[in-house]
């Protein structure tokens, strides 16, 4: 092998094993973060038992449970890589998808404007068809 393959090897090689650590801060992180949310989704169901307006209480709930659900979708994108050395779409996808219902949760709760509304809406169906695609890709693959 001529010394500059060899140099290139190597680089290549630190510079994977870096972006591997840093994946795995990230695991750690991520793992970390949904405990907290998870946490917190008990300290709002707790303030729901002695809430007086259940509505809010309820859509305070599912704020957190969704968040919760967004960590772990996005950490389970970073748990895809260590197993197929790929970066895993769809969870990515999924935790968009999330993001959207959490901010349509909030339209009954806040003013929205009719466009904001509609610009929630069409994310969701552009990611929605983004997983039906990118699902019968994978399944051809």
Known sequence: MTPLKTRADTAISAISGA??????????SLSLLALVSFYDV????????????????????????????IIVEILETVTAYFRTNRVQVTPILIA??????????????????PLDIGMTLAAILVLTVAIVFIGRQERTD
């Open 19 to 28: 972006t591997l650590g840093i994946y795995l801060l990230i695991a750690l």
């Open 42 to 69: 008990a300290l709002q169901v707790a303030a729901l038992i002695r809430a007086e307006d259940m509505t809010q209480g309820v859509l305070q709930v599912l704020h957190a449970l969704l968040l919760t659900l």
């Open 96 to 113: 968009g998808i999330t993001a959207m219902v959490r901010r349509v949760l909030t339209f009954g709760v806040e003013p929205v404007e």
